[in-house]
């Protein structure tokens, strides 16, 4: 029986979650997270508050009801879009209330369906039309990228960002004619 060198069991094992450590290694977090904030049209307090909100929401919705629920919370430019499920019409404006006391909300998307909790495969479903949707605008190259935050939510699409019209309707058509989207919704900010 040969045995393999423990070192190089380690690597191979511990190879995947090294490499993804490398871009972050490479230019610092601060230097990754700066080149981030520089290309977004919000200002970097607005992009903290925004993760702010996110953070503050989520914890403010577990708790109070833990895993009875299924919330996203996504904040882009303090508007506020909430996707996921509730089991009653009651702890669906329980949710939002809680949220629009949050610091900063300007305003709340509540896109919350009245069901229960999707499975992980469904979860995983969502995580794989997100990352299609996002190849197809960098293939497009129709807008920058950073301008539009996607989020999945049992196979629709939500779009956010602040856009002009042509990036909007770019964004729209591109997210609706990619397989697996049910439907899309924009929840976006025009400059003009």
Known sequence: MKYINQT???LFLFLPLLLGCVPMFAVGTAAGTGAY?????????????DEGIELKGARRIYQQFGDMVHINITSYNRMVLLTGEAPTETIKADIEKLIMGVD??????????????TSLASRSN????????KTRFLTERKFQINHVKIVTENEVVYLLGVVTRQEADNAAQIASSTSGVK???KVFEYLN
């Open 126 to 133: 969502d995580t794989l039309i997100t990352s299609k949707v």
């Open 104 to 117: 900063n909300v300007r305003k709340i998307f509540n896109e919350i369906a009245v069901a229960g909790n």
């Open 8 to 10: 190089w069991l380690t």
């Open 37 to 49: 904030i520089s290309e977004d049209r919000r200002t970097s307090g607005m992009f903290i508050e």
């Open 183 to 185: 439907k899309v919704v």
